[in-house]
């Protein structure tokens, strides 16, 4: 019953091919009758797959073909199934699903309908092959195969200046990430001589630390790309000139999970380079922390979604460096749900204000979109962590692992961070809940009519609601719900024994935080009891580090952009315009000026050439005489 | 089959549709280009032939018949043949030069206007050249085909070239020449030592493998034919000719000498530097190793600021055949496997990238970067031509870029973890500068475009701009757009009326660029190019089942 994994990515690979080659002279306005169905089988079959993995408790396998057969370097294309990728599955082809659905309300009468059609299958597509993916360069194809869907989708309305060169930078940063992931990828197979899964984790106890610790260095530095980790977050927030369903989908729920994955997959690598570990749990940390900060002041309602997306991956690396491998990935699953429907849920108000995205001209929207509004609440509360909601389960199981992991008294430290950053989180969530769906509008109501959105948007907004609502619960009690003991084949969980008191003081803290965030959140932009703007201008020198998200754009813009770039025209005007054409163009006019004088020689008389021939043929025959026979020996 | 002169055949029929156009009546318009399209098709599809039946396991070796092989005896006294033979490393170059030439030949069918005779006889010219160099195992005849590819190409530049075109044709034929100068006399030496030896005069290469040279002989010797190899492909820093000799070169030439010119000097160097010299190799390999890296990311940085497509596009050909010297003096078979992927990959990805930028060139007579904007939305199949070469250029994987550059790193890295780290870090750079052309020119909008009014990154001129021309975007007022985000594949018509003149309809000025999307006969040279680009990043295996064994031939020296 193994031969049908391949099934899962070709149906969303032949919608792709078929939109890309037929939809702009054919199919058109059709393109999502062909790409929606064709993600809805993969999510059947994912369902099967699941269903499969969980019975028997034993990991899937096809052989495709052998991809690269480079003398010993050898790479399958194989399909691995195990509990970790049954549960990427569903999460991907879920989201991808009712984006789909989501989209063709949202992208109807867009010139460019078709291409979004193709290029978000090939994106599920790849996305599906990066979790199906036996081998860590096949992995790697995909890795980038995402980074390709996620360049065309970015730069979708490419018209836009603003759209391309988000996409770029998106391509560009993630390309500094890949360098790392393909540098760990050549040195896991000097180390191994393999790279299949597997076979290297068998492995990896008999290397060096060192080694290890390199690798999963360099793994990390993949991760922070793909994952929008500290330092290279700053293409994630840019990401947002992408249509909003690109957002929900790829830049929210799932193709940034896939550092995350990455190292999830590789860790049992990870967990033997205990140096490597504290790095991400610092890096997670930090970026989450960072990333709530920026999130509080912002006033395009992406951004503010697309930091506390930054900030939440945050939360999944922090989980990673303290080996809660499990919670990470519990983490993942919750926040791909509640945070497609933030971004879907924007969508829709973006949608109903008429392509408004500035969230200091919304208000009072509650009444419009009534949907839109309930939907976006649950998210809310699931995104700020408050209990019973899904957020809750998980972001209380990383900060509890956070508080018991082994490396003290960073993990203190580092609870005491997620702590406070989770109150940020339920101050800048409530604070667009507020500004967006509470109070007077702040707009002209007779040029702009807030409409609620059709129900091909609404529904999936519903659909997803539940999950956002729900799925936290497969994860309790912590530490041995379903959910873990699903996930304890690919994982060797180590369970901590935490004391009961410790558990309930440490839910009680994240929700006290949380909830005192939407409290605060109610004085300043709800019942405005707080003056938001005098605050700002009393400190206005940390208000501008925050609106200017800390300046890492300019950091990096004068710190590595502009020398590489002074480097460039150095090269090319002073080194090789310069130096080198310099001397082969003074080489050429030396010889042309002792060719001048040389020149004398052409009299245009028959018999000078004739002798010179002459003289010449007689040197030649000389030489080949003298040098070169026996003529003279 | 083993009658039938096949190598001959694919190599000198280009030479006999010269002839034929040669003496074709003056004023037979399109019968030269017929020709030049029969000849270059029939030298093809022998090649795919030779391809087809080509045992990649069968001997390559003097005392041994080699597959293919056809000798005849010029002189036994000087030792000279006529001696063509092929390997597993000869056999996919072969049938990239007569697939590219074909190319070139429908390329230029309609693009050529002056002296279409003459240029016809010179493409087929070049042909024949190029192919004679794969298959001569003489090195007297080698020697005759690398020279006579030299001669058609740089008329083709001289002649049929842009504005600065004398400059680059005389830059390229005196640092070609001056190359296969100090080969010549490479050749020279091999032969008398060989003869000193042996008593025995002979030309032919896998006869001169057997014989031992001294080491200070193989140093100086292995050094002239390595200048000849590293100007052709180019390495640092003989490469100056390059960006010259491409940017002003047709759009056929500069194509075949990307494609197929510059694997010449990888070809030369696995054929005679590695087979005759192995203790030189051994001694220079380190340095040519140190160079191949810092060609690798000094083309990539050049590349960065080229204002001139046609240059961009040649300091980064400077990149990707850094990976091919690279890959082959590393000395491993990963590594040999990696430089023949790269170079057919970077003859698909390159080759179309000068065919797209001469289409660009044919309907706007400029290759300036910054003339250009927005083109996808009035050429939206060419714009996709442009987005999947250029991936492939970048190495995406998937498409053929990648295979041999990951196996080119894969190989340094276990020569040395850190020029792994410098050769490997190249494809930041190398999306940098492509994704940064190919935005310029394909995305945004054209110099005659209104902005776009969802761009959140206008200049204060645009807005103005936008402002004028009523279309504004305030907050939460102005004209609403029909859909989600706008529609953005085509240029609303509205926004082409002349302010002045509104009811007139714009009309393409006859002077001025017509942007029509691709032709089919554009769309035949591109789809084989686009079809082998993705074929070989999925399916790269026959490449290296056809090559390997011919390198572990050669890595048996080195064992």
Redesign the interface.
């Known amino acids: 019953m193994e031969h049908y994994l391949f099934l899962i990515p070709l149906f969303p690979l032949l919608a792709f091919a078929i939109n890309i080659l037929f939809g702009r002279a054919f199919i058109r306005e059709q393109a999502a009758w062909i790409a929606a169905p064709a993600v809805f089988i993969s999510w059947l079959l994912s369902l099967a797959v699941l269903r499969e993995v969980s019975t028997t408790g034993e990991p899937l396998f096809q052989h495709l073909f052998t991809w690269i057969p480079a003398g010993p370097f050898v790479v399958e294309a194989n399909l691995y199934v195990d509990q970790l990728t049954a549960v990427m599955l569903m999460v991907v082809t879920t989201v991808s699903f009712l984006v789909h659905v989501y989209s063709v309300g949202y992208m109807r009468g867009d010139g460019g309908f078709y291409r979004f059609f193709a290029y978000l299958p090939l994106f599920v597509f790849s996305m599906l092959m990066l979790v199906l993916a036996d081998n860590f360069l096949l992995l790697f194809v995909f890795w980038e195969g995402v980074g390709l869907c996620s360049y065309l989708l970015i730069g979708f309305w490419f018209r836009r200046r603003s759209a391309i060169m988000a996409a770029r930078k998106a391509f560009v940063v993630n390309r500094i990430g890949d360098v790392g992931f393909g540098l760990a990828i050549m040195w896991i197979f000097t180390a191994f001589g393999t790279l299949n899964f597997q076979d290297v984790f068998a492995a990896a106890p008999s290397a060096t630390v060192g080694t290890l610790t390199g690798i999963s260095l360099l793994l990390v530095l993949g991760a922070c790309g793909k994952s929008a980790q500290f330092p290279l977050h700053v293409w994630l927030p840019d990401a947002m000139e992408g249509p909003t369903p690109v957002s929900a989908l790829i830049h929210a729920a799932t193709m940034v999970t896939a550092g995350i994955y990455l190292v999830a997959r590789a860790h049992p690598i990870v967990e033997l380079a205990p140096t490597a570990m504290v790095v991400i749990a610092v890096i997670g940390g930090f970026t989450a922390f960072m990333a709530a900060t920026i999130g509080m002041v912002q006033n395009d309602i992406k951004r503010v979604i697309a930091y506390s997306t930054l900030s939440q991956l945050g939360y999944m690396a922090l989980a990673l460096g303290v080996g809660a491998w499990t919670a990470a990935i519990f983490h993942l699953m919750t926040h791909a749900f509640f945070k497609a429907l933030l971004f879907l849920g924007s969508g829709s108000v973006i949608h109903g204000m008429h392509e408004e995205q500035d969230i200091r001209v919304m208000g009072g929207l509650r009444k419009y979109m009534p949907v839109t509004f309930w939907t976006f609440l649950i998210a809310s509360f699931a995104n700020a962590g408050v209990i019973p909601f899904s957020g809750f389960w998980s972001k209380d199981e990383i900060i509890l692992s956070t508080w018991v992991a082994e490396i003290q008294p960073l993990g203190k430290i580092l609870t005491v961070v997620a702590i406070v950053t989770a109150f940020f989180t339920a101050l800048y969530m409530f604070r667009v809940v507020f500004l967006v769906f509470t109070g007077k509008e702040r707009f002209d109501p007779n040029a702009v009519r807030p409409h609620e959105s059709p129900p091909s948007m609404t529904v999936p907004l519903v659909l997803l609601a539940i999950p956002s609502l729900l799925i936290g619960f497969v994860g309790f009690p912590p530490e041995s719900g379903i959910f873990h003991r699903f996930l304890a084949p690919v994982f060797n969980v180590v369970h901590h024994e935490v004391v009961q008191s410790t558990q309930l003081t440490i839910a009680a803290l994240s929700t006290v935080a949380a909830v005192s965030g939407v409290a605060i959140a109610y004085l300043a932009y709800g019942s405005r009891v707080i003056d938001t703007a005098a605050l700002a201008r009393r400190h206005s020198a940390i208000y501008s580090f925050l609106y200017d998200k800390w300046r890492w754009d300019e950091f990096y813009g004068r710190v590595f952009v502009q020398p590489f770039t002074n480097l460039a025209r150095w090269l090319w005007k002073v080194v090789d315009e310069g130096i080198i054409d310099g001397t082969v163009n003074g080489v050429a006019i030396g010889i042309g000026a002792i060719s001048q004088r040389l020149r004398h020689v052409q009299t245009g008389l028959v018999t000078n050439y004739a002798l010179a021939i002459a003289f010449g043929m007689v040197l030649m025959l000389g030489i080949y005489l003298g040098l070169f026979s026996n003529f003279f020996r | 089959m083993v009658n039938f002169p096949i190598l001959s055949a694919i190599t000198f029929l280009p030479l006999v549709g010269a002839l034929i156009i040669f003496f074709l009546p003056r004023a037979s318009v399109g019968l030269p280009r017929m020709a030049a399209l029969i000849t270059s098709a029939l030298s093809c599809v022998f090649s795919v032939v030779m391809l087809i039946q080509f045992d990649p396991n069968a001997p390559f070796a003097a005392d041994q018949f080699v597959p293919f092989q056809e000798k005849i005896t010029w002189s036994t006294d000087i030792g000279l043949s006529y001696f063509m033979g092929v390997d597993g490393i000869a056999v996919p170059l072969i049938v990239l030069t007569t697939a590219l030439s074909l190319i070139s030949v429908i390329w230029s069918w309609d693009t050529v206007r002056q002296k279409q005779r003459e240029y016809f006889i010179a493409i087929l010219l070049l042909e024949t050249g190029m192919l004679g160099v794969f298959m001569a195992l003489d090195l007297f005849l080698f020697y005759i085909f690398w020279e006579l590819m030299l001669i058609p190409m740089a008329l083709l530049i001289g002649v049929w070239g842009s504005s600065n075109r004398v400059y680059a044709a005389v830059?390229f034929f005196?640092?070609t020449l001056f190359g296969s100068l100090l080969m010549l006399v490479g050749i020279v030496a091999t032969y008398?030592s060989y003869f000193n030896q042996t008593g025995e005069r002979t030309l032919n290469v896998l006869q001169l493998q057997h014989g031992t040279y001294g080491a200070t002989f193989q140093f100086w010797v292995f050094a002239a034919f390595l200048i000849a190899f590293a100007v052709k492909v180019p390495m640092f820093?003989v490469?100056?000719w390059l960006p010259d000799a491409h940017t002003e070169a047709p759009t056929a030439a500069s194509v075949l000498l990307a494609a197929v010119m510059l694997k010449m000097g990888g070809y030369g160097m696995l054929r005679y530097n590695l087979t005759l010299f192995p203790d030189a190799t051994r001694v220079w390999a380190p340095w040519i190793i140190g160079l191949s890296v810092i060609a690798i990311l000094?083309g990539a940085?050049?590349a960065?600021?080229?204002p001139d497509m046609k240059r961009l596009v040649a300091y980064s050909s400077v990149s990707h055949m850094g990976f091919v010297t690279l890959g082959i003096f590393l000395l491993d078979?990963?590594g040999m496997?990696?430089s023949m992927?790269v170079m057919l990959a970077h003859g698909f990805n390159t080759g179309a990238l000068f065919l797209l930028v001469g289409m660009i060139y044919e309907r706007a007579h400029t290759r300036q970067i910054s003339a250009f904007g927005?083109l996808?939305?009035k050429m939206?199949l060419y714009a996709a031509y442009w987005?999947l070469f250029m991936?492939a250029s970048i190495g995406?994987?998937?498409l053929s870029g990648?295979?041999g550059e990951?196996?080119v790193?894969?190989a340094t890295?276990?020569y040395n973890?850190l020029l792994?780290?410098f050769t490997?870090?190249v494809?930041?750079?190398a999306?940098?500068y492509l994704?940064?052309m190919v935005?310029r020119v394909?995305?945004?909008?054209g110099h005659d475009e209104l902005?776009?009014p969802?761009?959140?990154?206008?200049t204060a001129e645009e807005r103005a701009m936008l402002a004028a021309a009523g279309i504004g975007r305030g907050?939460?007022?102005g004209a609403?757009?029909?859909?989600?985000?706008?529609?953005?594949?085509?240029v609303d018509p509205s926004v082409y009326v002349p302010a002045d003149n509104p009811l007139e309809e714009p009309e393409p000025a006859s002077h001025g660029p017509i942007w029509g999307d691709l032709t089919w006969k554009e769309g035949l040279t591109l789809f084989p190019l686009a079809v082998a680009t993705i074929v070989f990043g999925?399916?790269?295996?026959p490449v290296?089942?056809i090559a390997?064994p011919a390198f572990q031939r050669i890595l048996a020296l080195y064992q």
């Open positions: 830059k005196l640092y008398q820093p490469h100056t000094y940085l050049v960065l600021l080229q078979l990963t496997d990696g992927m927005g996808a939305s939206p987005v991936f995406l994987p998937g990648f295979v990951f196996l790193a894969v890295w276990r973890p792994a780290f490997f870090s494809v930041i750079f999306a940098w994704i940064w935005q394909i995305f945004g909008r902005p776009e969802g761009d959140t990154a206008l907050h939460g007022h609403p757009l029909p859909v989600s985000g706008g529609s953005t594949d085509s999925v399916f790269p295996g290296f089942h390997e």
